[in-house]
């Protein structure tokens, strides 16, 4: 069975400093991995997914996240954070040659602030 | 364009009563999923479906139920309501490896 672990439930960063959200796996196979984005009150959006294809991945609003095998580990990054950053982040992780590829498995999050 | 809505956005029940959260998309997606949100534990998977007449338990599946009769619809009813369902429920829909969120049911119950 897989899981992931996100260091940190709450991050805090500058506007304009860079942001890194820490996200680690564990897989007995290679798997897919995925960034959700939680804004207050809202359902969850996918910002980026890892899908064996580039190591790193390129998503929506300038976050991308780099697929490190030997480190287990997909963190999410952004050089620059903005205002509107501020909300839940989520990674996910399946297994992509089990029965149950298609569902997900959910880290706990991290709330992301962004201070003035 | 396509979408996945859930309906009551806002549910208040008492402890005890059998309540149904509607879960709608039109993608025409064959997975189903419903999830809840409680602090500290991100989204718990409770059941799902891979098609029409296709139901499965999930990791939090006690108390919940599902029924799919057709592709757009999942329903989640809890039998007995429990002040421990008090929690955030979002229902997702994918056909491939990407779920799709919708806006979630806040589910209080007293």
């Known amino acids: 069975a897989q899981s992931v672990t996100q260091l940190g439930s709450h991050v805090s960063v500058s506007e304009g400093a860079l942001v890194l959200l820490r996200c680690n796996y564990s897989?007995?196979?290679?798997?897919?991995l995925f960034w959700y984005v939680q804004y207050p009150n809202q359902g969850l959006q996918l910002l980026l997914k890892?899908?064996?294809?580039?190591?790193l991945v390129k998503g929506i609003n300038g976050f991308e996240a780099e697929f490190k095998k030997s480190e287990t580990s997909f963190h999410l990054t952004k050089p620059s954070a903005h205002m509107s950053d501020a909300a839940e982040y989520f990674c996910?992780?399946?297994?992509?040659?089990?029965?149950?590829?298609?569902?997900?498995?959910f880290g706990s999050g991290t709330q992301l602030t962004v201070l003035p | 364009d396509a979408e996945i809505t859930q309906s009551p956005r806002h549910k208040i029940t008492e402890t005890g009563r059998q309540v149904t959260l509607a879960c709608h998309q039109t993608?025409?997606?064959?997975?189903m999923f419903w999830y809840r949100q409680d602090l500290g534990h991100g989204l718990r998977l409770i059941h799902y479906?891979?098609?029409?007449?296709?139901?499965n338990k999930g990791e939090v599946s006690d108390g919940y139920s599902v029924s799919r009769s057709n592709t757009e619809d999942l329903p989640l009813t809890l039998e007995s309501a429990a002040s421990s369902q008090t929690s955030v429920y979002f229902c997702?829909?994918?056909?491939?490896?990407?779920?799709?969120f919708g806006p979630g049911t806040r589910l209080t119950v007293l």
């Open positions: 997702a829909s994918s056909e491939g490896n990407t779920q799709y």
């Open positions: 897989s007995s196979v290679p798997p897919y």
């Open positions: 890892y899908t064996s294809a580039a190591t």
């Open positions: 996910a992780v399946s297994d992509p040659l089990s029965g149950s590829a298609r569902q997900l498995t």
């Open positions: 993608w025409n997606h064959n997975n």
């Open positions: 479906s891979y098609g029409v007449q296709d139901t």
